[in-house]
């Protein structure tokens, strides 16, 4: 498989060679790109309550950081050159940029973040800096002028006193000019620092989720600790006199080893937990609040040609395999049948679906009815 975005690469080459592993610039990789969004919408966007936005503005050695929303008359009043509006997950707003962020599903899906666009004036960027997570910096309209050197990670000395993160000590190895289809790939860590050349630079940047284990083990804890009784308890029954009362001995530690190793090699807890924790949404979204659709008229709607659309900011994953097979939307478990199977894999794989792509069936028509009343996928009217 060779997707556009890659120019040409295939997907095992880039897989194995780049992919967390090194940095690698793709001229021309799509091509007449079109911006999902326009300077315009996406500083409209950036007004709505519900979007995460930044506008970053630098004076010499001084930066500025707004959060949004903002009103207006915040962009009527911004100087010339060197700042940059950030709008976080547009994706999830927008048809267009989430059929963008779909260019990249050769990396499995519930590994994608969000699409993070950026609006920059001349000179605009938010500095050298480096990202925990891979990133894919796509330009689609006018120029920034990218600048990467080493790998960095938190024991990295930062400018103090700055409103953002700002490596200390930043010097560039490479550097190139991307023009509007040129994707540059890098890996986390390693540190980067992109300034606009000329107006209107719009950049896109797919970001990855690479949940920390500190993370990880605290989310998984709670999970587990919901679903425990107070009666789950420390016990001893096989307790016998001890020389000195003051110590903790190796038998007791053991105890808690065997209670710890119980659960975390629980592979249908971890399956359970990993599938609603991966697709929680970041925000609330648009539309989630659901369809309350009879099933007469769904099979109506799809019988007459009509498709079913994910709501983009809906998150959707399954596990295929074993007895825990399971689809998870939004946080949440949804138990599958077998006559599911196809139909699920489908839902999880494509953004649209269409009556003739799967068997009609009743399973696969309760199924459906159950996503449209959550909100997670929406009827497409013509
Ligand atoms: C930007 O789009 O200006 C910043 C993206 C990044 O450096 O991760
Ligand atoms: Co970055």
């Excluded at 995460?52 to 707004?66: C, T, Y």
């Excluded at 989430?98 to 590994?111: D, G, K, M, V």
């Excluded at 790939?185 to 540190?191: D, F, K, N, T």
Aim: include cysteine.
């Amino acid at each position: 498989m060779k997707p556009q975005a890659l120019g040409g690469m295939s997907v095992d080459v880039f897989l194995a060679e780049y992919w967390q592993k090194k940095p690698l610039l793709i001229r021309d990789a799509l091509k007449n790109v079109q911006a999902p969004l326009d300077a315009d919408s996406l500083a409209g966007l950036a007004c709505e309550e519900d979007i995460e936005s930044r506008l970053i503005i630098q004076r010499g050695e001084q930066w500025q950081l707004q959060h949004g929303p903002f009103e207006e008359a915040a962009f009527s009043g911004l100087p010339e050159s060197h700042w940059t509006l950030l709008v976080q997950a547009v994706d999830h707003w927008v048809p267009e940029a989430a059929a963008f962020l779909e260019q990249f599903n050769f990396i499995p899906r519930w590994r994608i973040d969000d699409l993070m666009m950026s609006y920059a004036s001349d000179g605009g960027g938010v500095g050298p800096h480096y990202d925990n997570y891979d990133v894919f910096l796509a330009q689609v309209s006018g120029q920034r002028k990218w600048e990467i050197g080493g790998k960095h990670n938190d024991s990295s000395k930062l400018v103090e006193g700055l409103p953002l993160k700002i490596l200390a000590s930043f010097e560039a190895e490479q550097s190139w000019v991307l023009n509007p289809g040129d994707i540059l790939y890098l890996p986390p860590g390693v540190s980067h620092n992109g300034v606009a050349q000329g107006g209107d630079c719009i950049s896109c940047s797919v970001g990855f989720r690479a949940p920390s284990h500190a993370e990880m083990l605290r989310e998984f804890s709670e999970y587990l600790a919901q679903r425990l009784s107070e009666s789950d308890r420390y016990s001893d029954t096989d307790l016998v006199l001890q020389d000195n009362a003051g110590e903790i001995t190796p038998i007791a530690l053991a105890k808690i080893q065997q209670i710890f190793s119980h659960y975390l090699t629980d592979e249908q807890a971890i399956a359970d937990w990993f599938g609603r924790y991966v697709t929680e949404s970041k925000y609330e979204h648009a539309g989630a609040s659901g369809d309350e659709i009879s099933i007469a008229a769904l099979g109506e709607h799809l019988a007459a040609g009509g498709r079913l659309a994910r709501n983009e900011g809906s998150r959707f994953a399954y596990i295929g395999e074993g007895s825990g097979a399971a689809m998870f939307v939004d946080g949440e478990r949804i138990d599958i049948s077998m006559a599911n199977q196809q139909l699920v894999e489908l839902v999880c794989r494509e953004t649209t679906i269409g009556g003739g792509d799967f068997d009609a069936g009743d399973d696969n028509t309760a199924l459906l009815l159950g996503l449209v009343q959550r909100g997670a996928l929406y009827l497409v009217r013509e």
